[in-house]
Each structure stands twice: as structure tokens, then as C-alpha cells.
């Protein structure tokens, strides 16, 4: 068959995970044979059988076989006793043959101040750490894909924590092609005729492929690769609307599309390509709208991801056209086999087709036949990984999205062919889970399209007059409720409504009061420290307000207490990107101190030996910094971490 194109691989449920070589952190890394895993062995799946009979002769490229697991931290792993009172829970899993594994849970949970690493065979892959802020929201969760055919978990629990982890392992995939070329070095899997899109031809670009996100999808026994975009809609008010095609995942569940994975800024820093893989940013999980299959349909899939996306990722919310029917050129942004953001470019007007793509024959007249050009740099094309890619006409509005066709590297001129916009609009038919139009012009005022949408400035009011009590270790807050009256709205768009409140300590979510009526809350035992505290509103159907005034309640004076052992300070917390690190211990000898955001990215990092029991340690960040981060002070086998909020 020619492609359908699909190929491969955070705080709040929105997370910033990616591979990386840090391994200082990794206790049973750094002290390799000292600990004891608990060693389970999974039987490989039959490949040929999987490819030969199993293996749906029409979809999504797939890359990975989904295999059935009970393994849970309830009935597996080796429990290690650490010399300061801590424990570390170690497991090892083996699938024998494996280019890679992915993990999908059927429940994910961490306790507060413990912790979770997984890291394959060669430490080429280490993600995490995961805490309490990587909870996912629903149940189902997922991580990315291990090369290799052994995987490690550490779970580090401090000794003052009772609670038990709750990681129930549903399904692992076991990857049975496309990364053959990985297992020692990154290598870009895309065909070599393709394009960066951060090369010439993508000068124009720049803001549009910003919306881009590659995709690994589960359905059923198999994972796969898509592309897909962002959407822009009538009330612009940033809803994570997603576009992508429905054979990218035409029968998954509810459950799957929750453990579906999105990579943003997956791209590399400009036209030649490095040879480390870049970092991204990841979303785990998305709630279907509507959807419209490939046989008989314009083959397309609205998704809604689970959170909102976080500004500092600076996403872009690609604009649409439903009507547009001539046009002088354009390009598409995808991720051919999984690959970092390429860009291929048409030329001239299209013509509308109606495609038989290995058997399924389209809705007569529901795509664009697109024929690839050669430009400056190389000759783009599409490949497996690319489906669901939106297509651009010259006013930089979405006009398609991928559905298959026939051109790659090895036969350029042949045609592709995308899902018009305008039938994915209306045209499928009036239901609202089988066209688009109810979802982007929800307040039907009749548009037929939108130019792109940068989200910057929150778009409604928000909680004022913050302030703050101290009662031994619990803070109190109160706050004024926002001001909704017309003079006050701004952007506040009809039918919104105040739906509740959203309480964060040093930048980080801890509460969320769904109730527009509550204007306050206690945060109770908490450490003696220095803390910082905002508000924001939550609106309905969808966004959250400009932040209230922040305070900063201190439990103990801003110095260290003599009598308490590794003891972290951050000062000031939040800051401008300049601040102060304290801490205490007994220990004498080499320290490694890290600052790294929350992709997993070091961005400062000392070591030196500790002769006194005092570090007082001063930080000045780059000034592209921003958002949360996390210090660590690093001795022997004890790590201790806290986390600062960059303005």
C-alpha cells in the first residue's frame, strides 16, 4: 500500500518530557550494581505474524505492537533500604528483540516529594523525574518510546512519605520497525530529499509551524506516527482545538485517545540536521469532537486536548478556510516517518479529486490533488508520519489535511491527495460529531474562516487584592472576585461564564476551587520556607483570567534553620531569572548543583566541593528563561530538589 501517512517517540497533565543524557540524578545509574531490580521477562510478539496477517492492510503507518501486561508497582519491584532512611523501588523489564518500548498505563499517580525515573539499557534515554505535578488528570497516561528492548523504573520515596505509588501498566508496545537506525545514534528517519522547515523555504512559515505537532496514536493492538495542527476558532479564545486525519486512529476509544501523545517544537534549530534529536514539548491525552472516515468521508478527526497549552511554549492556533477553492500555491508541515518538522511546497491552483486509496474510495470531490515542486533547498514530498498534516494555501489558512497518496523521495512527481477543509467543514453531513463547522463557529455567527491565532494576553478578568496570613505552617489567602461587569470584560466573549479558581504555590497548581463563589483557601503544613502565591480564574466553556497580584508569605524568616539536614532555600521565589540557593547538610565533599526547566533541559550546572556545612550559591539564568524550574543539590545518594518560578 502508499501511505497513509502515520509514524513516531508535561506541570500539570501538560508535560515537558524528553530524552536526555542526564543520568546524575538516577541512584541505581550512579551507583550501577550496588541495588537490586526486581527482573520480569515479556515474550516477544510473533513480528512476521504481526506484519503479515495481523496488520491492517489499510491506516496509519504502524510501528509498534501493543501487548497486554498486568505489572504494577503493587505486585512488582525490589525494594532497596538507602543509608539516610530513603527507598528506592527498582524493576527491570525485558522483551526480547525490541528496537523500542512505550508504556501505556491504565493508572498513573505519584505521591507528593516522591519520585519516578525510566531509563533504557545504554542511558540514552532517561525521562523524568516525574512527580505529583506529572499526574495526568485521567487515569490513563502514557510515556514515550525507550529504544532498546529493556526498560528501568526507579521510584526514589523519602523516608517520611507513607503513601504508595499507583502505576499500573495496562499495555507495552513493542516497537518492531522504524528505529532500526537508533539503537547507537539519532539518525533523521525522513527520506533524504526532504526539507527542514527551518530552511529557506520556511522563511515565511515561521508562525505556522509553530501549531505543528507530530503524533503517536494507539488504536487498538498497534501504535503509529500522524501529523496534525492546532486550530484557531471563532472565539478565539485558545480552546486546544486539533486537526488531524481520521485514519490516524479511526476506531480508537475514549481510554486511547486519552494516552495519545503530541510533540510540539519538534524541529531542528535551522536548515542542516544535528545529529542529537531535539527536545519537545509533549501533551498526553485528547477527547475526540468529530470525525469523518476516509472511505466515503474527506477523512478527518477533531481532537481537543486534554489541558491547555501553556504560553511559554509560544503554540500558534493555525487559521482556516472553508470556502477557498483558488489559489496560487502553498506548502505542508509535517513530520514524514516521525521526523523532525519538514515543509514541502506546491505550486499554482489545485483540482479536486475523488481518490481510491488502497480500496477506500473518498467522498466524490472531498480532497485537493497536490503535486510537490522542487525549491531552493530539495524537493519536499509526504511520507508515512505525514498524515493528517494540514495544507496551506498563499493566505496561510488550513485548506486540507493529508489523507495518502503516492509521491516520496523515490517518485517525486507523483500526487497526494488532502481532505478539503470546506467538506471536513460542513459537508459530511449535519451532525456535529461528523463535520467541523459546530465546533469552530460555536456560537454560529456564519464564518466561513479565521486567520491564525497567537495566544498571548490572558482574554478575561481576573481575582484581585491577594493577601495572606500566617498561622505556624499554613498560609491562608484571600482574594477579591473578579469584576465582570461590562466596563471590566475586555475580550470576555458572550455565553463565558465564572466557573472557579485556580490557586498556584511557586508557580505550580495546587488546588482548583470550582466554585465561583469561594474566595479563599488554606494551604496547610507546609515546610518552613519562603513561598510565592497567585490566583487566576477558570471561565466557561473554556479559559482562565490574567493572574491576581502574587504574594510572598515566608515561614521562617528567609534563613536557614541550624537544626534541620539538607535544608533548600530559593530567594527570591519567584524571581527575574537572578536569585539565591542555601542549603545545609553535614555532608563534606563533591556536590553537583543543576538548574534544569521543566523539558528536562540543563541550563545551568556547578560542581565543587563542599567544605563547610553552608552552600550560598548565587544564580543568574539566561535572560530567555522563563517559567518553572527545578533546583537540584546533588551529594552521594542523597538528591534534594526544589522548584523557583522565572517571571
Not at 542529537?276 to 485528547?286: I, K, M, Q, R, S
Not at 486509496?357 to 510537490?372: C, H, L, P, R
Not at 550560598?616 to 530567555?624: A, G, K, N, S
Request: net charge negative.
Amino acid at each position: 500500500m502508499k501511505k497513509l501517512y502515520l509514524v513516531w517517540i508535561l506541570l500539570f497533565s501538560v508535560f515537558n518530557i524528553n530524552a536526555q543524557h542526564d543520568v546524575q540524578n538516577v541512584l541505581s545509574i550512579k551507583n550501577k550494581g550496588l541495588y537490586q531490580f526486581d527482573k520480569i521477562f515479556i515474550e516477544a510478539p510473533q513480528i512476521g505474524f504481526i506484519k503479515s496477517d495481523i496488520e491492517p492492510k489499510t491506516g496509519p503507518y504502524r510501528f509498534a505492537y501493543n501487548q497486554k501486561s498486568d505489572i504494577s508497582f503493587s505486585n512488582s519491584g525490589e525494594w532497596n533500604d538507602l543509608k539516610d532512611g530513603n527507598r528506592i523501588c527498582l524493576l527491570e523489564i525485558e522483551n526480547p528483540g525490541a528496537l523500542g518500548l512505550i508504556i501505556y498505563y491504565d493508572a498513573f499517580e505519584i505521591p507528593e516529594s516522591a519520585h519516578l525515573y525510566i531509563y533504557n539499557a545504554d542511558h540514552s534515554v532517561v525521562l523524568g523525574p516525574f512527580t505529583a505535578s506529572s499526574n495526568p488528570k485521567c487515569e490513563e497516561f502514557a510515556t514515550g518510546i525507550l529504544t532498546g528492548d529493556k526498560i528501568y523504573f526507579e521510584y526514589y520515596q523519602p523516608e517520611y512519605t507513607t503513601e504508595k505509588p499507583v502505576v499500573e501498566m495496562g499495555e507495552i508496545a513493542y516497537v518492531y520497525r522504524g528505529l532500526e537506525d537508533n539503537r547507537f545514534a539519532w539518525n533523521d528517519p525522513a527520506g533524504s530529499c526532504e526539507v527542514n522547515v527551518n530552511c529557506p523555504e520556511g522563511n515565511d512559515w515561521q508562525m505556522e509551524k509553530r501549531g505543528i505537532a507530530r503524533i503517536i496514536s494507539k488504536e487498538g493492538a498497534y501504535s503509529a506516527w500522524c501529523s496534525g495542527s492546532l486550530l484557531n476558532n471563532e472565539r478565539q479564545d485558545g480552546t486546544p482545538f486539533f486537526l488531524t486525519a481520521c485514519h490516524c486512529g479511526e476506531t480508537s476509544t475514549e481510554s486511547e485517545f486519552n494516552q495519545w501523545l503530541f510533540h510540539f517544537n519538534y524541529e531542528t534549530e535551522n536548515c542542516e540536521t544535528s545529529e542529537t534529536e531535539p527536545v519537545y514539548n509533549l501533551v498526553t491525552g485528547a477527547q475526540l469532537k468529530a470525525r469523518r472516515s476516509l472511505d466515503g468521508g474527506s477523512d478527518f478527526m477533531l481532537l481537543e486536548l486534554n489541558e491547555l497549552i501553556p504560553m511559554e511554549w509560544n503554540l500558534y492556533y493555525n487559521g482556516w478556510d472553508a470556502v477557498a477553492d483558488n489559489f496560487t500555491g502553498g506548502v505542508s508541515i509535517h513530520h514524514p516517518s516521525g521526523s523532525v518538522k519538514k515543509i514541502s511546497t506546491f505550486s499554482g491552483n489545485l483540482s479536486s479529486a475523488t481518490p481510491n486509496i488502497d480500496g477506500s474510495v473518498m467522498a466524490t470531490n472531498s480532497t485537493w490533488k497536490v503535486s510537490w515542486v522542487e525549491t531552493v533547498t530539495n524537493h519536499g514530498v509526504t511520507e508515512g508520519g505525514s498524515s493528517g498534516s494540514p495544507l496551506f494555501n498563499e493566505q496561510h489558512r488550513v485548506i486540507g489535511t493529508l489523507s495518502g497518496g503516492g509521491a516520496s523521495c523515490s517518485n517525486l512527481t507523483s500526487a497526494d491527495y488532502y481532505g478539503k477543509f470546506s467538506y471536513h467543514w460542513l459537508e459530511n453531513g449535519v451532525q456535529s460529531d461528523i463535520r467541523i463547522q459546530n465546533w469552530l463557529d460555536p456560537d454560529s455567527k456564519g464564518i466561513t474562516g479565521v486567520d491564525g491565532f497567537e495566544l498571548q494576553v490572558p482574554l478575561f478578568p481576573g481575582p484581585t487584592n491577594l493577601n495572606f496570613t500566617i498561622s505556624d505552617n499554613d498560609v491562608s489567602l484571600t482574594w477579591s472576585n473578579p469584576s465582570i461587569g461590562n466596563s471590566a470584560l475586555g475580550n470576555f466573549k458572550e455565553g463565558e461564564s465564572l466557573y472557579g479558581y485556580l490557586v498556584y504555590r511557586n508557580g505550580m497548581e495546587v488546588s482548583d476551587t470550582l466554585n465561583p463563589n469561594i474566595s479563599n483557601f488554606s494551604d496547610e503544613n507546609l515546610e518552613l520556607a519562603r513561598y510565592s502565591y497567585y490566583v487566576k480564574a477558570v471561565y466557561k466553556p473554556t479559559g482562565t483570567s490574567k493572574a491576581s497580584n502574587t504574594v510572598y508569605p515566608n515561614l521562617n524568616t528567609g534563613v536557614l534553620n541550624n537544626k534541620k539536614e539538607n535544608q533548600l532555600l530559593i530567594l527570591p521565589n519567584p524571581n527575574m531569572g537572578e536569585f539565591k540557593v542555601l542549603y545545609q547538610s553535614d555532608y563534606r565533599g563533591d556536590v553537583l548543583l543543576k538548574v534544569y526547566n521543566l523539558s528536562g533541559q540543563i541550563i545551568h550546572i556547578k560542581e565543587f566541593k563542599k567544605l563547610n556545612k553552608i552552600i550560598d550559591e548565587q544564580i543568574i539564568l539566561p535572560e530567555r528563561i522563563h517559567g518553572t524550574c527545578v533546583i537540584q543539590i546533588i551529594e552521594k545518594e542523597k538528591v534534594s530538589s526544589e522548584k523557583v518560578f522565572i517571571n
